[in-house]
Each structure stands twice: as C-alpha cells, then as structure tokens.
C-alpha cells in the first residue's frame, strides 16, 4: 500500500469558531481554543513517539488563517509533488497561498489546479494500493481526476460525495491496508456503493454512530492507527492486527474535522518508496 513517508501539520493557534461552512458547525456551541491546542498537541506527540519525530514536520501559524489547522485541504502531495487546489467556499481561499509557499520552500514541484475549478486536496484524496481515491462533489470538482492522473501518474477511484454532512472523502473512506477498507455507506450514492462492494479486498461498513465520531478521519501506517477514541470499528480492528491508539479532538469535530484532518501525508509508493528523497532532504 501507499505509505506516508512523512507528515505535515500546523497547530490551531488561531483556530476560531466564527462562520459555518458544513453542518458539524454550530457558532453558538461553545468552542476553546486552548482545549484545541492541547488535544492537537496530544496528536503530535502520539506521531512523535510512535514514529519518530523525523516524520512530523510542523508549519508555523498564520494569524488570520482560522483553520490552516486542518492543513491539507488544499493539496495532495506524492512523491515529492504537490497539486493545490482553490476551495470551495471563500473564508478558507487564502490558507492556499500560505501553505503553498511553504511546501515549495520545503522542495515540492508544485502544480496549481485552472482557476475557477475548486479541489479541497488532502480531505478529498486517500491513497489505496497504487490508486488515489478521489471523492467530489460537494467540495471539489469532478474534473481534478484529470489533473491528479496527470500530475502524478497514478490511477484514480473517483466516489461522488452524496451528503452534506460527510463533505470530504476522509469523512467516509479509509483504506486500512491492501486487502481492508472501512466506509460509511450513507455517504454515497447506490451506484458509488455498488462500486465500492465490487472491490477486491475485505470491506467494514461503518455504523452511522461511527461515522458520526469521524471513524475513517484517521490516519493509518503499518498497521497503527490514530484515531478518534470511542469509535466501535477499533474493536473490530485490534483482532485482526492493528494497533489503535485512540485521541480526543472533540474540538476540532465542532468544525467538521478530526485527526485525518490536521495531518497532511506525503505519500510514497513502489520503488520511490525505497529509494528517492525529495530534493530539500537531499544530502
Ligand atoms: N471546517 C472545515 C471545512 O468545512 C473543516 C475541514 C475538515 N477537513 C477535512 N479534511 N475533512 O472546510
């Protein structure tokens, strides 16, 4: 499967509850910023002292920029290659630019979707095996498909989001390894889900309770799991082999977003797996 050879996150300094953009926000549930920080905090350590911290790397914050904590949301890098995206609704346009001159700044060949297509990066693409799943339609256009074959030369999945509430393909999808994917049925269209069960691996429909706690937000290497705690589907997994550690981001599911959310993955597959450095770790 596709790994992740390293992470990128920036924390919730000036993270804000202020404007509602998807049906998880409601501006008059109280909201902390510290309790934030510290649950975000609690994730960077848990990736540090499971993976080291040679594989966390952290943006810093821009005043301004409210939900720059959920980094990826404007680009999906592999292999030492970035495509960025406009998003869909304007309070979050200007976090592409900042996390954009970072990412060249730490060695990514970057490519710019066409003006006027929105694509919301991280949040709507998943690698599995070799293939990026790619979810549209309420964030991001149907369209980027071609831009992502194009720009990284690898297969796509592209699974129409059918919900409101499950807006980004990270809210519903989650390959766990090459032969297990979990998914929330609900987020998808008959079709979607017909395509999904005609997959060649074991399949976990998640409950609608699960799908609620943001169960596929997680993120997954080598068999460990971060993910939210409480979910059901952890039960399920420790049998078969994986090693869950459970963490609190209740706050940051006030904004529709949880632990896949706040953590940008630079993928690496096959042979550049083994063998190639992006060109700023060169040396
Ligand atoms: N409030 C943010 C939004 O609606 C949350 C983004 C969550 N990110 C994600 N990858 N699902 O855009």
Same mark, same amino acid.
């Given at each position: 499967m596709a790994r992740a050879r390293e992470i990128f996150l920036c924390p919730p *300094? $000036?993270?804000?509850? #202020?404007?509602?953009?998807?049906? &998880?926000? /409601? *501006?008059s549930a109280p909201f902390s910023r510290d309790v934030a920080m510290k649950q975000w905090e609690g994730l960077v350590e848990a990736y540090s002292d499971v993976f !080291?911290? +040679? &594989?966390v790397h952290v943006c810093p914050p821009q005043e301004g920029? #409210?939900?720059?904590?959920?980094? !990826? /949301?404007s680009v999906f890098l592999c292999e030492g290659k970035a495509l960025f995206g406009e998003f +869909? $609704?304007?309070? +979050? =346009? =200007?976090e592409r630019p900042y996390v954009q001159s970072f990412l060249e700044q730490q060695g990514f060949a970057s490519r710019n979707v066409p003006e006027g297509v929105t694509f919301e990066g991280a949040g709507e693409t998943v690698m599995w095996r070799d293939k990026i799943v790619f979810g549209f339609g309420k964030r991001s256009d149907e369209v980027v498909r071609h831009f992502l074959r194009q720009a990284f030369g690898h297969d796509t999945i592209d699974l129409e989001m059918e919900d409101e509430a499950f807006y980004h393909l990270d809210t519903a999808f989650l390959p766990l390894a090459d032969d297990l994917i979990a998914y929330y049925p609900? =987020?998808?269209g008959p079709i979607d889900n017909a395509t999904i069960e005609s997959f060649d691996c074991d399949k976990i429909k998640i409950s609608e309770e699960d799908a609620h706690r943001f169960a596929c937000n997680a993120i997954v290497r080598d068999h460990v799991i971060f993910g939210t705690q409480g979910c059901d589907l952890w039960d399920e997994l420790r049998p078969l082999g994986f090693e869950v550690i459970e963490l609190d981001v209740s706050e940051f599911l006030k904004l529709g977003g949880g632990i896949k959310c706040l953590t940008l993955q630079h993928y690496v597959t096959g042979s550049w797996r083994s063998t190639t450095r992006r060109p700023a770790l060169e040396g």
């Open positions: *300094t $000036h993270v804000e509850l #202020t404007y509602s953009i998807n049906p &998880w926000m /409601d *501006t !080291g911290s +040679r &594989w920029l #409210t939900e720059v904590c959920f980094f !990826g /949301d +869909r $609704h304007p309070e +979050r =346009a =200007a609900g =987020a998808f």
